[in-house]
Each structure stands twice: as structure tokens, then as C-alpha cells.
């Protein structure tokens, strides 16, 4: 009994040993904030711990992870001792949903043409039988000419069902053998980007007892993006412009976000933030006697040039600050709630970026494939008015001057344009160079 007590304490120690030298844990996405360039993945994970130091392994991520935006928070009286990025080169990323279907289909594909093979080879093998038995009858004995009339006519008839049989077969081989290479051809487009190395986040974990631990970690990762599409829909020339701001959203990570919430936003992490120093002016002096007054310096305002004493100069300062003409402002977070007929998206906007927070949840392949987000539906008020130069143009054309889509925070991106309900051609935002009415 005490051996084999012994050999099961030992069989713990050992399985406890195990698990805290490296456990693979999966993780869950919990939210996606998209950039122009790039993305921010938050995840949750949850893992039991032994008394002392564990290692825990939050595999199957991205191979594209920016090690140095790793962020990793633990709750409970667990302490964080350490976190590392690494790349598995052993375990390929998961198969997506597209590549699970193709491989459905072409394994179905596949077992359709074996089946067909397998009729056409017995059919020819009842046709060689025919022979052989017909070449027997014939001349291993004496036929009357009415039975070998009869057989003729009997082996006429067999011979061309197999036959016909044979060509209906045959086609149909041809047509799954295509099918067949098509899907592979297609299977192996979609596992390109699938068939990659998976990362990993390594956290080693000190504990103080055993149980259950829970964490969130976050980071960012390239090969993703969105860029806006816009659709502008007037029915008459009395009523307002419609406006659908969507947003063509895509990445290529190699992750699976799947019926994930985004959120969208103008920001780009790999600008950095280290803010532009000036270098010293030095300014022409005037004459000796202004600079011995009170230091003279030359201002250019473009027809005129001043000369403005240092002390002139703090108390024009001082004016502008006053009248607010600095542009020393703080403005605080502005959020708003936008949509049509239900309330999908929340718009934040901040001194720094916008953000649309989508209520609706998306599935965002990991092939490359652009997925259209609704950010928006919106109204705008219009003038339309038709403008013509008869001597480039015999044409005609209606001008719609839309006005009122400033506080939209739309960014430079390609328009549908719809007029009467059908599609009339594209055109181009760009909210940079265009004035208070959007021609």
C-alpha cells in the first residue's frame, strides 16, 4: 500500500512539474480596435496555477504580433515575473472556415470520381466478358442461324447500354476531374496564408497557491487595416442626399476573428510620438538705437514689415492669449451616437483620433478578403443645379452641392454615386481640399 501511495504522489509531483513548466492555454478574442495601418487585439485567457512559479504559453496568435506592445494584466494574487514573445514554427496557424469547406468539398469531389472510376472499370470488364462468352458459343460448337441471330441481337443490345452507359460515365469523370483540380488549385490559394508559423506570448507567473487564474493581454499586429467607401443616393432633386459611410475592413494575420466587436479608428500607432523641436531663429537687428531700447526684432507680414520691441512683443502675447487666438484650448472627449433607424455605432473623438465603436459583430477572414462595415446612414442637405460649358461639352450636367457633412468625420475615400435609384459612376471625397459644400 505504501508503494503505492508513494508512486501516486510521485505521478502528481510530476504532472505538477509539468504544468508549471509551460502549459498551452487558448485565448478568446474580447475586442479589436482597427487602425488605418495595423490593429489592436485584446484577449482574455484563463488557466489554473500551482503554489510557485508557472509558465503559461497563450498559443495559436499571430506571427506578426509587435513584441514591444505586448501588454499583459493578471487578476487575482498571481505575480506577473516576466513576459516573451516567440514564433512556433512546429504548430501551423488554425485552418480557417473557407479552407475547411473547400477541403469538405473536394473530398467529396474526390470520393464521386473513385465511385465513377469504379463503374466505368466493371462495365469494361462486362464487355470483355460478352466477348469472351460470344467468341465461345460461336465456335466451340454448331449454331443454328436462327439462335445466332438471337444472340447477335441480344449482344447487340447489352454491348450498346454498356457503351452509352461508358460515355455518360465518362463525362462525368471529366467534369469531376476539374472540379477535383479547380478545388485544389483554390484550396491551396486559400491555405497560402494559413500554412504559416503561429506566434506565442510566454508569461511566467509566480503563485502563492493553487487555483484558477484569469488574464487579459493585448497587442498590436500589422497586415491589417480599413479605408472608407462611401455611397451617395439621391431619388429626386428636391430631397436630401443619402449617405452610407462604410468601411472596407481586411487583415491578413493569420488569426481567426470571428463574430468579433471592432472598433474603427483614425489613429496610426506607428506614427510614434516624439514631438518636432525647433531650432534657434536668430532675427536681423534694425539699427543700434532700437536695439539699444529694447531689442528690436524684424516681423514679415507679407507687404509690410514692423519693428516690434521685445516688450511690444509679450504684450501682443499676452492680447492673443486673451482673445483666445493661441489655439490654447483643451478640448475634452466628444462622444456621439450616430445611425439611422437603430443606434449601431458610437463615434468618440478625442484630441488625438476618431473612433467608431460598432455594436454589430463582424467575421473578418484572415485571407486578405475585405469585409464592408457599416459605420453610418445619414442625411444631407443638397442644392442641385445644372451646369453645362457648351464649348468643351455639348452635355449637360446636375450638380449636387451637398452641404452639412463636416461633422461626419469622413476621411479621403472612393464614392458610389446613385441618382433615381441606379448607379451612375464613382467619384472621390477628400474631405482635406474640399470646402463647406461637397460638389
Partial sequence: MKRILLSIITCCLLACATYAEGTEISSKIKDVTIYLRGARVERTASASLVSGNNEIVLEGLSNFIDENSIEVRGQGSATILSVNYRINYVKMQKETENAKRLKNSLDSAKLKLEYVNNEISVLDQESQLMHANYKMGVNDKTQFADDVEEWAQRFHKKELEIKNAVTKLNIEQKELAALTQQLQNQMAEANASNKQPSGEIVVKVSSTSYGNADFDFAYYVANAGW?????????????????????????????????????????????????????????????????????????????????????????????????????????????????????????????????????????????????????????????????????????????????????????????????????????????????????
Fill in 227 to 439: 479605408t472608407p467607401l462611401y455611397s451617395l443616393r439621391a431619388q429626386n432633386t428636391t430631397d436630401p442626399v443619402k449617405l452610407d459611410y462604410d468601411a472596407l475592413v481586411s487583415q491578413q494575420t493569420g488569426e481567426i476573428w470571428k463574430d468579433i466587436k471592432m472598433s474603427l479608428s483614425t489613429g496610426n500607432p506607428l506614427l510614434g510620438g516624439n514631438k518636432p523641436e525647433m531650432s534657434t531663429w536668430y532675427l536681423n537687428v534694425i539699427d543700434r538705437e532700437s536695439y539699444a531700447k529694447g531689442k528690436a526684432y524684424l516681423w514679415d507680414f507679407g507687404d509690410k514689415t514692423l519693428a516690434t520691441t521685445g516688450a511690444e512683443m509679450e504684450n501682443k502675447d499676452e492680447e492673443k492669449r486673451k482673445a483666445g487666438d493661441m489655439n490654447v484650448v483643451s478640448r475634452s472627449t466628444l462622444v456621439q451616437t450616430i445611425g439611422s433607424s437603430a443606434d449601431y455605432t458610437v463615434m468618440r473623438q478625442n484630441q488625438l483620433n476618431v473612433s467608431f465603436d460598432i455594436s454589430l459583430r463582424y467575421t473578418v477572414a484572415p485571407d486578405g478578403t475585405p469585409q464592408q462595415v457599416r459605420i453610418q446612414q445619414t442625411s444631407l442637405p443638397a442644392i442641385f443645379e445644372y451646369a453645362s460649358a457648351p464649348k468643351l461639352d455639348v452635355d449637360a450636367f446636375l450638380l449636387a452641392k451637398v452641404t452639412g457633412w463636416e461633422d461626419n468625420n469622413l476621411l479621403p475615400g472612393n464614392a458610389n454615386l446613385y441618382f433615381e435609384g441606379a448607379y451612375i459612376g464613382k467619384s472621390f471625397i477628400n474631405p482635406d481640399v474640399t470646402n463647406d459644400t461637397l460638389n
